[in-house]
T-cell receptor, first 112, second 117 residues
Framework: KQEVTQIPAALSVPEGENLVLNCSFT??????LQWFRQDPGKGLTSLLL?????REQTSGRLNASLDKSSGRSTLYIAASQPGDSATYLCAGADQAGTALIFGKGTTLSVSS | GAGVSQSPRYKVAKRGQDVALRCDPI?????LFWYQQALGQGPEFLTYFQNEAQLDKSGLPSDRFFAERPEGSVSTLKIQRTQQEDSAVYLC???????????????FGDGTRLSIL
């Protein structure tokens, strides 16, 4: 069964820094890997989806990579801003099913 | 609608009561998912519908949990004889594809925060 781990659990950085969030998964046979953002008391906002045949996706200041062989994905945030403060979750699709398997998330705090 | 809508946003119930949580998916979305999110944790899958068919209910924690989507649009998650461990945020998501393998992103509602006293 797919298991997803995110490190670190929390991260604090000053505004303007570039940063990397890490996600690892146990089953390399995933359909896709999705990164979400969750603000307090809110639902999840989809940021990027990487298909199993892709190696990375980019949207604005965000870049997500996928390395199936090593079971890792990273989310790179360039020039961080206080508005980026939120919890970031990665999720992989179970090979045999339809469910997204989530990590516990990384809570990011960007100070001005 | 513009996004996934869930109601109520907050629900407080006494232990033993039945509750019903509603989800209005994005119009035209085939797939609908329910997740349960405990405090400080990532969401955990409960069940999945493709149109009106419930194709996967492997994540439902007990037979007290029941979900339906009779007309392939609005879905209701019902919890009978609620217990304190049912307290969590219940998230609904919809997708334009037919299941996760279609590579369509899931779009989430803001969730229903359920508190059992």
């Amino acid at each position: 069964k797919q298991e997803v781990t995110q490190i670190p659990a929390a991260l604090s950085v000053p505004e303007g820094e570039n940063l990397v969030l890490n996600c690892s998964f146990t089953d390399s046979a995933i359909y896709n890997l999705q990164w979400f953002r969750q603000d307090p008391g809110k639902g999840l906002t989809s940021l990027l989806l990487i298909q199993s045949s892709q190696r990375e996706q980019t949207s604005g200041r965000l870049n997500a990579s996928l390395d199936k062989s090593s079971g890792r994905s990273t989310l790179y945030i360039a020039a961080s801003q206080p508005g980026d403060s939120a919890t970031y979750l990665c999720a992989g699709a179970d090979q045999a099913g339809t469910a997204l398997i989530f990590g516990k998330g990384t809570t990011l705090s960007v100070s001005s | 609608g513009a996004g996934v809508s869930q109601s109520p946003r907050y629900k407080v119930a006494k232990r033993g009561q039945d509750v019903a949580l509603r989800c209005d998916p994005i119009s035209g979305h085939v797939s609908l998912f329910w997740y349960q999110q405990a405090l400080g944790q990532g969401p955990e899958f409960l069940t999945y519908f493709q149109n009106e068919a419930q194709l996967d209910k492997s994540g439902l924690p007990s037979d007290r949990f029941f979900a339906e989507r009779p007309e392939g649009s609005v879905s209701t998650l019902k919890i009978q004889r609620t217990q304190q461990e049912d307290s969590a945020v219940y998230l609904c998501a919809s997708s334009g594809g037919s299941g996760v393998g279609s590579n369509q992103p899931q779009h989430f509602g803001d969730g229903t925060r359920l508190s059992i006293l």
